[in-house]
Every structure is written in structure tokens, then in C-alpha cells.
């Protein structure tokens, strides 16, 4: 059975997705990364980036929520796509992973979370979330999924950054861009969208960004005072 180490944040929310729709058997492994869970030895082992999610499919590990998808769909042959659309799976999925989820992560970071307001990098990281939120527009328009006919990876990825727009740009984001909200209306009316957002309800993870929280989310910004305690 799939052990599927969890927080209920865009990434890990994706692979929820996948599980749910290809209806797989796992157990949940909960990871409280406000409580800095993420950083203890024994989840390192497996993942040293110190991250969610990850899974470990009956001792094959895997982490980073784009690549559980495509080992999950080439090992399943499930929402893979067509062979002829390889190439643009691959990309568009790539395209997620370097640039929609870490630039809106990064506009939701410095508009909510940083401890000073900063104009240019919420200028700088909002801009770029809106600038690939139209390129997903625009590749909706004449599409019902991002490779066209078929519900792929690229959705279930694209649908985890997606369903958080509102910290990212705002409440009402999607209404600058109508492909992108006709296709997010489409895919979050799938039942498999409601079995993925029960999972982990009944687990009760920390939600006050305390500086507990602050420093387990973000301990680089905390680097000066790890080397002197190395050193005292």
C-alpha cells in the first residue's frame, strides 16, 4: 500500500487528486510542517529536501508532487495521455513545476507571510503568477484540458495551484481569465475533487503562523543563529 506523507497545501493536494481519482489504497502519513516535522531525521530519509508530499509505494520512494504524478500515471497507465502527446505532457507539466507553483507560492509568501511589506518582489512574483495564469488561458481556448480531449496529469497538477488563486491574485482572479475558470469550474466539479479535499480532515494540523510556525516553514531566515549555536 502507498504511503502518502501529507499536508493540506497545493502540492501534496495534488496527489491526492490522483489518488482519488484512480481510486489506489493508502494510508496517510501526516507531516505538521508548521510544527517543523518536515525537518526530523526520519522523514529526511525520505526526502532530504525536507518537503511534502512524498510516497513510498511499498519501498519505492518518490518526492516532489510532479514527479509522484508521472510515476503514479506511467505505472498505472492512467491519465498519461496519448503517446503522441508525450512531449507536451512533459512540458506542460514541467511548466507547472518551475513556474506556476513556485512563482504563485512566492506572490503568497511576500503578500501574506513575509514580515515586511517588500513593493518589489510583490510586484516581481505577482506579475509572474499573472503572466502564467494567461499562458494557461490561452491554452485553454480551444481545449477542454490542457492536452486537449484527455484528463491528464497536467490537470491534476495545474488544478492544485489553481484552487488556491485566491491568495495568490484574489477572490476573484479567474474572472480575468475565462478559459482558465471554465476549465477550473469543470475540473472541481469532478467528484474525485471532493473524496481528495476530505483527506486529512480528520488529522488536526498546527494552523497559527506563530514563530514556531515561521521558523519551521522558513528556518534559512533563521541560518545566522544556527551556526552560533553550532559553534557555542
Known amino acids: 500500500m502507498i504511503k502518502f506523507y501529507f499536508h493540506p497545501t497545493p502540492n501534496p493536494m495534488k496527489v491526492a487528486l490522483f489518488l482519488a481519482e484512480a481510486e489506489l489504497p493508502f494510508e496517510v502519513i501526516p507531516v505538521d510542517t508548521m510544527k517543523?516535522?518536515?525537518?526530523?531525521?526520519?522523514?529526511?530519509?525520505?526526502?532530504?529536501?525536507?518537503k511534502?508530499?512524498?510516497?513510498?509505494?511499498?519501498?519505492?520512494?518518490?518526492?516532489?508532487?510532479?514527479?509522484?504524478?508521472?510515476?503514479?500515471?506511467?505505472?498505472h497507465g492512467l491519465f498519461a495521455g496519448r503517446p503522441e502527446d508525450r512531449g507536451a505532457?512533459?512540458?506542460?507539466?514541467?511548466?507547472?513545476?518551475?513556474?506556476?507553483?513556485?512563482?504563485?507560492?512566492?506572490?503568497?509568501?511576500?503578500q501574506r507571510a513575509a514580515p515586511e511589506t517588500?513593493?518589489?518582489a510583490i510586484n516581481r512574483y505577482r506579475r509572474e503568477a499573472e503572466r502564467h495564469y494567461?499562458?494557461?488561458?490561452?491554452?485553454?481556448?480551444d481545449r477542454t484540458y490542457f492536452l486537449g480531449d484527455d484528463y491528464t496529469i497536467v490537470d491534476i497538477a495545474a488544478w492544485g495551484w489553481i484552487d488556491r488563486h485566491t491568495p495568490v491574485l484574489g477572490p476573484d482572479a479567474l474572472e480575468?481569465?475565462?478559459?482558465?475558470?471554465?476549465?477550473?469550474?469543470?475540473?472541481?466539479?469532478?467528484?474525485?475533487?471532493?473524496?481528495?479535499?476530505?483527506?486529512?480532515?480528520?488529522i488536526t494540523f498546527k494552523s497559527e503562523r506563530d514563530e514556531v510556525a515561521m521558523r519551521a516553514l522558513f528556518p534559512q531566515n533563521?541560518?545566522?543563529?544556527?551556526v552560533e549555536a553550532k559553534a557555542s
Open 36 to 50: 517543523g516535522e518536515q525537518h526530523e531525521q526520519a522523514f529526511r530519509a525520505i526526502n532530504p529536501n525536507g
Open 52 to 75: 511534502l508530499p512524498a510516497i513510498d509505494d511499498d519501498g519505492t520512494v518518490v518526492f516532489d508532487s510532479n514527479a509522484i504524478l508521472l510515476y503514479l500515471a506511467d505505472k
Open 89 to 110: 505532457l512533459l512540458s506542460w507539466l514541467m511548466f507547472i513545476a518551475s513556474g506556476l507553483g513556485p512563482y504563485s507560492g512566492q506572490a503568497v509568501h511576500f
Open 118 to 120: 517588500v513593493d518589489y
Open 134 to 141: 494567461a499562458i494557461l488561458d490561452a491554452r485553454l481556448a
Open 176 to 202: 480575468a481569465y475565462p478559459n482558465l475558470k471554465r476549465w477550473f469550474d469543470h475540473i472541481n466539479a469532478r467528484p474525485a475533487v471532493a473524496k481528495a479535499r476530505d483527506i486529512g480532515t480528520d
Open 222 to 226: 533563521y541560518a545566522e543563529e544556527l
